[in-house]
Structures are given as C-alpha cells and as structure tokens.
C-alpha cells in the first residue's frame, strides 16, 4: 500500500465511450503526476499538476483530459480513444516538484481500448 | 539528464545476493542514482538512492563506484518477492527538468 489509489483497476472501452480514471493519494503531497505504460516501452510522462495547477504536459492528445479539483485528487478523462491508447496508466505523487525524484505510484489503471 | 545501461534480464536464485548493474558513463558531478523497481500489475516502487557514498536502507544497498560511471543495486538475501523489473535512473536532484528518464529497466527473476 503506497497511499496513492486508483479506480477502476481494469477497464474495456470502445472507441466512442467517454470514462474517467480516478486517482487519490493520503499522503498530503502536493504534486501529482500521470503515466502511460505500454508494453516494452518506457513509461512516458503524461501531466504534471503542482498545487492543482497543471505544469506540464507532454504533448499527449485532446482525448485525453486532465483535472486536478485539489491536491489530494486527480482525474483522467478520456474520450473517443483509439486502440493504440490501450496501455498501463499509472498516477503517482510526490511531496513537491523539487523532491520529483521520490514519487509514489498507484497500482494503475489497465485500460483496453476496442 | 545521464542516460543509464542495464542488462534486459537476469535470474537470482532465492536467498542468494541479487546484484543489478547499471552504467551511466555520462553522470555529472550533481547527479544523483535512484533505484525503482515494479513488480508485475503494480506501480513503480521507490527503493534507493545515492550521490557518491554507498547507501544502504531496509530494502536494498547501492554501490556506486568512484568514477561514479556504475553503480550495483544489492538485494542481499532475494526472495520470490523481489521478481519484478528494476529501473535506475540518473538526474540531478531539484533539476529544472519534470520528467524522470525511464528505461526498460533489467527484469529480475528471482528462482526457487
């Protein structure tokens, strides 16, 4: 158990549908991050949200749509999706951006897209 | 940020030492090591880091070398737990750069 939790765990969606990743950490960081994971590839940084303003964001596709209400909570919204997009997404926290190298990872989202 | 080498794979048998190289040849001198690991279906799990000085906390111990161009993560006695994919990762801490350099990590087997 690492304090940070995600919902769902698993998730099948077709291309037209519209979902949402869930993400929650406990323990009172104030930076949060999510991650892509496809297989035999290297995680890639996907957004960046510092006290719920978002930092970074890594060239990833308006399909995908961040929302960081507070510090405590972070979303993913998805919609119209292309299979390609079927990976491990992953969310993870840490204290703050100066202490990025310390984060703490949820168990991550598996998201097929058919 | 240094980019780091390891080896894709390799296998530990249970209670021996687990030793995972990595090289990172173009570390700079304010350049930190860290060690994540992933066991299969989870997030990435923090272990250690390093400067220059060996470390040692309750999961793992790191050499580093003092040309600093390798370091070894020691696993000192695996267990079947410890099989999952190893990362290191080199970046200067409080680094302008918000990202953290994955690899492929090295996939440890850790046999019976």
């Known amino acids: 158990e690492t304090g940070v939790t995600q919902t769902p765990r698993h998730l099948v969606m077709g291309m037209t549908n519209k979902k949402s990743l869930k993400c929650e950490q406990h323990l009172g960081h104030n930076a949060m991050y999510w991650y892509k994971q496809s297989a035999k590839k290297p995680l890639e940084l996907m957004f960046v949200y510092s006290l719920e303003e978002r930092v970074e964001n890594n060239s990833v596709p308006s399909r995908f749509s961040p929302e960081c209400p507070n510090s405590s909570h972070l979303f993913l919204h998805l919609h119209t999706l292309q299979p390609e997009d079927s990976a491990l997404y992953l969310c993870a926290s840490s204290q703050d951006l100066v202490g990025i190298e310390t984060q703490y990872f949820g168990p991550g989202t598996r998201l097929l897209v058919l | ?112």
């Open chain 2, 1 to 112: 940020d240094a980019k780091t080498t390891q080896p894709p794979s390799m296998d530990c048998a249970e209670g021996r030492a687990a030793n995972l190289p990595c090289n990172h040849s173009t570390i700079s001198g304010n350049e930190y090591v860290y060690w994540y690991r992933q066991i299969h279906s989870q997030g990435p799990q923090y272990i250690i880091h390093g400067l220059k000085n060996n470390e040692t906390n309750e999961m793992a111990s790191l050499i580093i070398t003092e040309d600093r161009k390798s370091s070894t993560l020691i696993l000192p006695h695996a267990t079947l737990r410890d099989t999952a994919v190893y990362y290191c990762i080199v970046r200067r801490y409080a680094g302008n750069n918000r990202k953290l350099i994955w690899g492929l990590g090295t996939s440890l087997a850790v046999n019976p």
